[in-house]
């Protein structure tokens, strides 16, 4: 199970980078909004291990 949440976790981190890189190449009514989405995935790539995954066990 861990091991899942850890993938979850990556892929959440890394897609976050390729938001934030994409975020300057969007439309412009979107800038914020991408960049913003980014911010979101890394906060959840950081809540689930250090904050979830510890209730659960």
Known sequence: MKVF???I???L???AFFL???AFDAPEPFHL???AS???AIALSLII???LLEKLD
């Open 20 to 22: 934030f890189g994409y």
């Open 9 to 11: 976790c990556l892929v």
């Open 49 to 51: 291990p250090f904050h």
């Open 5 to 7: 949440a850890f993938l």
């Open 33 to 35: 909004v991408i960049f």
């Open 38 to 40: 980014g911010l979101v």
């Open 13 to 15: 981190f890394v897609g």
